[in-house]
């Protein structure tokens, strides 16, 4: 694929490009003139997207060019979040800030220094990199509730994370716990899945909310929020009681499958029934239609780790993929290889940081967190504002919003307000980055030449390359190398963010310039990959029972629990509060809390959205949009009601992460639609990787 084309007479360039207005990866062709982006399409010759471009991915111009735009670095020059701000070159403000961070550190430790990301402009790497030389254990994010319990949890499981294998031809589809037609979520593009369903597979939607996909499915399975684990054991249950498991793999290639047996005998339909409210009838034909539809691919998302279950649901439906012969199977769910590039393991430097630093993690106790670099931040915040177990005096984030995303805003903001140092690396001026003693204008994704792709494990990589510069915002990958530089951690990085590609690329042999002009690299896709070398795990099989997680003392086999806050566990608490609340349903037009100030994409969703029945909503005098409150123990927010047969009418689902760029700052309306100021962040927590409960809280609900 060539990289660009020029007209040297209408002086139009046409850069071939990565979208990364979400986590998609879709390719984009931008168009230049005179140095200045005018439009973005689909790129047909993009292997994976091949032309597919959604509304956000439309709308990268408008933000790039916004005026509202961040566009050069800003000190604090007023009381914090007066929103004075005076404009400083980035020399004197990386310059006060390493000198600031290394004060913190000498005062207190390195350990007091956080470093916090979002959803990762591909600068993840980076930060982990960052934190390691520097000393810092400590590193938060929201990974800790998205896509690494299912990464860690697969490989403790079978040694890698298992990919919906839609280009090998499922004849049966499981859509659990995400919408990826509107998401695009995590490695996958929404492209893909549209051209699995072509060719007209079974289609199995697992779902609180009737959505696109579940309103085309065979069966749509639409459980109580929460209940994930549970119905992902009652379909084991089935599978196994009826012998419709692949017994030459399992006999084979699996440990634990007597112990999985005898912990699922417990989860029989009808008890998943009382459970989940799928009925116990649905459960056996869905269970039955997975195992023998063969290939058969599970397509898994976030909202099965946003709860205390958040690690069995993930073995649980890993279990079901391997008993079922699914896994590493052309169309079921594949073990990408990796690409040629620097593993990410190695790119953080995790040897440079001292077994005493490393001891110091916050929340260490969640192993898999541990394992996955990432403090829930529940943690952080409990140590800003209480010094326990000591105390952090200082954050640098990159491209998050925790007044936005974190649990407990309202806690967040007080714990934000009580650092020392605060410095935000984003787009735009977030109520997060309006709390900061530095604000650093990022380059978007038009703006930076990167390995697209590197933090995933979709077994490839792709080019996305500079097409334009915007004001002085520069791609995180500088801010940290300059940053890196001034903190004395030179040896640890590179001169330029080009020498930082060539080191990620180097094991292919490849320097960026090639590699800019080659587009994609991607390992060749072999199947059954195990049959040679056995999976990556202890035992070389697939651990339905783990050991591991035994030996650090936790259940080595999937269970279900009551979720804290439930009809079930706090009946004391349903008469006040006789809604279940899920919160978290995502809007095609935004990307989290991203977005919201693009004019083209706030019209087509211009407010918050609740979505409720038309029974529970009569009950309450609420007509579809009027606004309405939703008030948990923890506080109430107003959202536009939807009405919608679609969903439980004994559940209501919250859309996350609003905010109002159009109101004033500093809070820009943070706490008015923000679903976390209804969310908690106190324990039970998933024991592995410390989950809060997202997905799964009482409410109530009445007409604003
Ligand atoms: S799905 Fe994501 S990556 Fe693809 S075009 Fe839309 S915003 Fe861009």
């Known amino acids: 694929m060539k990289s660009a084309d020029s007209d040297p007479l209408t002086m139009q360039r046409v850069v071939r490009s990565v979208c990364r207005m979400c986590h998609g990866g879709c390719g984009a062709l931008v168009e230049v003139e005179d140095g200045r982006a005018v439009g973005v399409r689909g790129d047909p010759l993009h292997p994976i997207s091949r032309g597919y471009l959604c509304a956000k991915g439309l709308a990268s111009v408008e933000l790039a060019y916004h005026e509202a735009r961040l566009k050069h670095p800003l000190r604090r020059s007023g009381e914090r979040g007066s929103g004075q701000w005076a404009r400083v070159s980035w020399g004197e403000a990386l310059d006060e800030i390493a000198s600031r961070l290394l004060e913190v550190k000498d005062r207190y430790g390195a350990e007091a220094v956080v470093f916090a990301h979002g959803t990762n402009r591909e600068y993840l790497h980076m930060v982990h990199r960052l934190a390691n030389a520097f000393g810092s254990p400590n590193v938060t994010s929201p990974g800790y509730v998205c ?29 659990w716990g995400c919408n990826p037609i509107d998401t695009s979520p995590d490695e996958y593009c929404a492209a893909q899945l549209l051209r699995a369903l072509e060719r007209k597979p079974r289609l199995i939607v ?56 005898e912990r699922v005998k417990a989860f029989t339909p009808k008890r ?40 069995s649901a993930v073995r649980a439906l890993a279990s079901l993929m391997a008993i079922t012969g699914n896994l590493d199977v052309p169309g079921g769910n594949v073990l990408p290889s990796p690409p040629p590039v620097v593993r990410f393991t190695e790119f953080i430097l995790r040897h440079m940081l001292p077994e005493e630093q490393r001891r110091k993690m916050l929340g260490a106790k969640h192993r898999l967190a541990e394992l996955g670099s990432t403090v829930p931040p529940a943690y952080v915040v409990k140590a800003i504002l209480e010094g326990d177990p000591y105390p952090v005096k200082a954050m640098l984030a990159f491209g998050t919003n925790p007044l936005l995303t974190w649990p407990n805003s309202k806690r967040v ?9 605060l410095v935000v690396v984003d787009l735009f001026m977030t109520p997060t980055a309006e709390l900061a003693d530095y604000v650093l204008p990022a380059a978007s994704w038009l703006e930076v030449d990167d390995v697209a792709f590197y933090f995933f494990r979709s077994g490839y990589v792709m080019a996305r390359r500079k097409a334009v510069e915007v004001g002085e915002c520069w791609p995180d990958h500088k801010v940290v190398i300059e940053l890196a530089k001034r903190l004395g951690l030179r040896h640890a990085f590179w001169d330029s963010v080009e020498e930082y590609l060539d080191y990620v690329l180097s094991p292919s042999g490849m320097r960026w310039r090639e590699f800019a002009e080659l587009g994609l690299l991607q390992a060749p896709l072999r199947y059954r990959k195990y049959e040679e070398g056995g999976f990556r795990t202890p035992s070389g099989k697939v651990e339905l029972y783990s050991s591991t997680l035994e030996s650090w003392g936790f259940d080595p086999l999937p269970n279900y629990v009551e979720p804290p806050e439930t009809p079930y566990s706090r009946p004391d608490l349903a008469e006040e509060y006789p809604l279940i609340l899920t919160t978290g349903a995502r809007s095609p037009f935004f990307f989290h809390s991203e977005h919201r100030q693009l004019a083209s994409l706030r019209r087509l969703q211009p407010d918050p959205q609740l979505e409720i029945h038309p029974e529970a909503a009569a009950a309450r005098g609420i007509g579809d949009g009027d606004w309405v409150w939703v008030e948990t123990p923890r506080g109430r927010v107003k959202m536009k009601a939807k009405l919608t047969e679609g969903i439980h009418p004994k559940v209501v689902s919250a859309q996350h992460a609003w905010w109002f760029p ?22 039970p927590y998933d024991p592995c990787f410390g989950a809060v409960t997202f997905n799964s809280l009482m409410c109530r609900v009445y007409k604003a």
């Open 272 to 311: 998943v029934e009382e459970v989940t409210w799928v009925p116990a009838g649905l459960v056996e034909e869905a269970a039955r239609t997975y195992a023998s539809t063969k290939p058969a691919c599970i397509h898994w998302g976030v909202k099965i780790e946003q709860n205390v279950n958040c690690t």
């Open 662 to 683: 159009e109101a004033p700052g500093p809070e820009h309306g943070c706490f008015e639609s923000n679903v976390n100021v209804l969310t908690s962040d106190e324990p």
């Open 413 to 421: 903001r007080e714990a934000l307000l009580k650092l020392d140092l």
């Open 147 to 175: 896509y690494l319990p299912r990464v860690i949890a697969s490989i403790l499981t079978c040694g890698n994370l298992p990919i919906a294998d839609y280009d090998g031809g499922p004849s049966c589809i499981v859509v």
């Open 206 to 261: 697992v779902d609180p909310r009737r959505t696109w996909l579940a309103s085309r499915a065979d069966l749509w399975l639409q459980l109580r929020p929460g209940t994930d684990a549970a119905l992902a054991l009652g379909m084991l249950h089935v599978i196994i009681e009826e012998g419709l498991y692949d017994k030459g793999f399992v006999e084979r290639w699996t440990v634990g499958f007597d112990k999985l047996r």
